[in-house]
Structure formats: C-alpha cells, structure tokens
C-alpha cells in the first residue's frame, strides 16, 4: 500500500528558519522613502521591535527559533504531509498529489507560524499592545490567539466587506481576548478620509493597514504586526518546506511541482523556499507556481515597481509587483488574496526566473474545492482552493502525457470559517470577474511618480 502520511518525531522537527536572501543570485533591492532613499532599521523602529527589524534586514542563510516559539508550535506541528489518492482516482491522473496540511493550527491556516514568534519578539522587546489589519480574519485570529498566549493586547482592523461577510471570524478574535472593528473606521484619520470619499467603501487591506498603523504610531507601547508580505514574515513560515523536505525524503520522493497559492506570498514561500534552495544551488529543478485569483493578477498582469504596503502611503516603499496601492480589489470570496502587492521576496523569485505565476478565476477554484472535499474530506479556504486548481490541472495534463509527476500543494487553511462562500457557490450565485485593463491603467497611473527600482544586478 502506498504510505499516505508522513509522520516526522520532535528531533527531526526543524530548529532553524530558512532565509532565501542569503541565496538569492543577485541582491534584492532595499525599501525605499518616497524620495528614493533607502531605508534603514531605524526608520522602521517607531512600527516594528528592533529584534524583528534584525530579521527583516538580515542575510543570514540560517536563524535559530526560540526554545519558547518552538514549544507552541510543537503544539500542532509538524503539520501532516498527505497523500491525495481518492483526488487522484477521481481525476483518473498518474501525478501522485500530496498536501501540507496548515489547517491543524488551533486559528486554522499557517498564519499562526509567524504569529506565534511575531509576538513572541515584541513580547521580549517590551512591546504591551499589538494593532494589526486582517481580510477574510485568519491573520487577526491567529495573532490574537498568539497575544493571548504571550500577555500582549491586541487591536485588529477588519476589511469591511469580511466583517460583514464572515462574522464567526470576529467571535474568535473576541474569545482569544482581542478588539476586532470593520475597517474603514471613523476611529483613525485614514479611515475618516476613506469614509468621507465614499461611505460604502467595502475596505481593503491597504485602508486596514494604514488605520492599524497609524493606530500604532500614536499610541503608547504599541507596535504593528503584518501578516503576510515582509521578509521576516516569509522567514518564520520556511518551517512548513523545511518539514515537507524532511517528510518527502522519508518516502525518498521529491516533488516535480511545487503550488501554492499567493495574496501576500507568505504561505507560498513558506512551502516553496526551502525547494528554491535546492533550485539555486543547481541540485534539483522543481517548477514552482504561485497561483492568484484572476481578480486580483497582480503577478501576471500587475508592474514590477517601488510602491506602498498601504493606502495612505505610511509604510516604506517596497520593490513589488503591484496593481497599485489605491487598488480596492472586487469583493471575490478569498478575502486572503485579496492584496495589491506581491512579497518583495516572491517578487525578486520570480524576476531570478525561479517561479511561474498564474492567475486562476473564482468559479474554476470552487469547483476544485467541492471536488477536494468530495473526495479528500477536509474543506478547503477558499484561498487554499487556488493552490488545488493548480494541482488539478497539472494532475489532468499528467493524464493527458501518461506522465508520472509528484505535485506537492500548500493547503493553507480549512474553510469552516468560510462556509459562507460556499453557500454563495451551491446555490449559483458566484460569478467569475477578471479585472478589466482599464483597472490595469490606473495601477499604472498610481505607479508612476514612484522611484523606479534598479534592474537586476
Ligand atoms: C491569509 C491566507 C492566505 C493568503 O496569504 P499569503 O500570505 O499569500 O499566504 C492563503 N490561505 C489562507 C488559508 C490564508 O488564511
């Protein structure tokens, strides 16, 4: 019988992160001010602890984890690496499909791998209050379970059109101890001047992470947590690929196609860099794909330009690929994809020409979902069903070749929180939107009077 889950014991578990920028080919350009000077750690102190601005900054290949970050996430980790062969069987394919399964944390996604340190170090730091910004809510219930754990308070500014959307995501920020409002909110400068343009403005992240900053900035002991895009961010989520190698070389496989799917690009390289490693130092070739909802393209339609993290432009400025900061993406379901900007790091992956990008509409991901669930049991995010239509499709073209290939998939997160959208699709009323090029022009236009970054070199 074929073996269907990988099992590794706690001194096999990973004790280090994996750090791409020390691998990278060529260097990955700096943030940048508006007047395109680079920016150093001390700019970035009044928003982050200094001992996170380290790890964002840092070229250092290998970085310890904390004794006390590793005991919470021995709690559910390592994750199950698993065999999809009922989803294999039902699409008939000679691909072997495996998934990393993050939906075991307690907050139910992979965003509590970063939670738990990013806390952890503010925590150390001396830091008694966290704002942060959350779209469909996974981030702000895995950092406000993490804040509990840590004695920190926690703010969380929620996209509008989420909180209204996913309710039961609110709750559980409230019982892990946090304050959970819909962003805009006319509690900060930004939200009010959001609010005063136009009073049904659905939210964005952008809009969130400009409250939740500015929230930050004018309050006592407080710093600001991201959930996605920055380096450090990336860093603490290796864990998951640096488990899926060890698990993998147990069965002595080793995957041809590595998918995950992309909003801020953290679960996607948290599962990927680690193969990247292997990629860069010429030992194996995987191709790996980050895959976006085509409502929100900004890696196979967007520019690769120095723009902001948020609307009002209070974040450094990042060498990203981008749709532009004043982008408020349509209100597709996977709220978690729902980002302008693309990580520095899995921009810079790709323009090394390391990784591919495709962009997959909403209806084609909704239909792998129900076919995962039909056949696999565990309910998809609708986020993590970007990464199962991917598989789909290479499992199909595997059929079409008569080739065996080994596809390993992130699956980010479950979907019982997110019944919601799924209900939206069993009774017909989802459509498929792809951003339209007028969409793309005004990206264009809100890009131009940025600092250009440098060509590679
Ligand atoms: C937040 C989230 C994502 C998207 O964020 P990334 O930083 O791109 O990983 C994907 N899947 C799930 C389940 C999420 O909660």
């Given at each position: ?396 073209q595997a059929r079409e070749e008569g080739k065996e290939k080994v596809i390993v998939l992130n699956w980010s997160g479950h979907g019982i929180m997110d019944l919601t959208g799924y209900q939206a699709y069993l009774e017909g009323k989802l459509t498929d939107y792809v951003l339209p090029d007028s969409e793309i022009l005004k990206a264009e236009e809100c890009l131009k009077d940025l600092p250009k970054p440098p060509p590679l070199s």
């Amino acid at each position: 019988m074929d073996q269907i889950k990988v099992f590794l014991s706690e001194d096999e578990m990973p004790r280090q992160w994996y750090n791409i920028a020390a691998d990278f080919p060529h260097a990955v350009p700096p943030p940048v001010s508006p007047d395109g000077k680079p920016i150093g750690p001390e700019q970035l102190a009044p928003v982050f602890p200094m001992n996170l601005i380290e790890q964002e900054v840092s070229t250092q290949r290998w970085i310890d984890i904390p004794e006390e970050v590793l005991q919470i996430l021995w709690q559910w980790r390592p994750s199950p690496l698993c065999r999809a062969t009922r989803l294999e069987k039902a699409l008939k394919t000679p691909a072997k499909i495996y998934y990393k399964n993050e939906g075991v944390s307690a907050a139910g996604s992979h965003k509590p791998n970063t939670a738990v340190p990013q806390a952890y170090y503010n925590k150390q730091f001396g830091i008694k209050r966290l704002t942060t910004e959350t779209g469909a809510g996974q981030w702000g219930s895995s950092l406000a379970m993490a804040c509990q754990m840590f004695g920190l308070e926690c703010k969380v500014y929620m996209v509008k059109i989420s909180f209204t959307q996913k309710p039961l995501r609110k709750i559980m920020m409230q019982t892990w101890g946090a304050e959970c409002i819909a962003s805009p909110s006319n509690t900060t400068n930004a939200g009010r001047a959001i609010l005063a343009a136009d009073p049904d403005c659905p939210g964005s992240l952008a809009i969130a992470i400009s409250e939740a900053i500015e929230d930050c900035v004018t309050s006592k002991n407080t710093r600001y947590a991201l959930g996605s895009v920055l380096n450090h961010v990336l860093l603490h989520q290796t864990i998951i690929g640096l488990e899926a190698k060890k698990q993998f070389a147990k069965i002595n496989t080793y995957p041809d196609i590595v998918i995950g799917c992309a909003g801020g690009g953290s679960n996607f390289a948290g599962l990927s860099f680690p193969f990247l490693a292997d990629k860069i130092a010429g030992t194996k070739n995987p191709r790996v794909i980050a895959v976006e909802p085509a409502a929100c393209p900004k890696m196979t339609r967007g520019k690769f330009a120095y723009d902001s993290g948020d609307v009002a432009m209070m974040t450094p400025l990042l060498p990203m690929y981008s749709l532009g900061h004043t982008y408020v993406p349509a209100p597709i379901h996977a709220g978690g994809l729902r980002y302008h900007g693309m990580a520095p790091l899995v921009s810079h992956a790709m323009r090394e020409g390391l990784i591919e990008a495709v962009a997959i509409p909403q209806l084609e991901c909704y239909r792998a979902a129900m076919l995962f669930s039909q056949t696999e049991g565990f309910i998809p995010a609708p986020e993590t069903s970007h990464a199962i239509a991917m598989a789909i499709r290479e499992a199909n073209q595997a059929r079409e070749e008569g080739k065996e290939k080994v596809i390993v998939l992130n699956w980010s997160g479950h979907g019982i929180m997110d019944l919601t959208g799924y209900q939206a699709y069993l009774e017909g009323k989802l459509t498929d939107y792809v951003l339209p090029d007028s969409e793309i022009l005004k990206a264009e236009e809100c890009l131009k009077d940025l600092p250009k970054p440098p060509p590679l070199s």
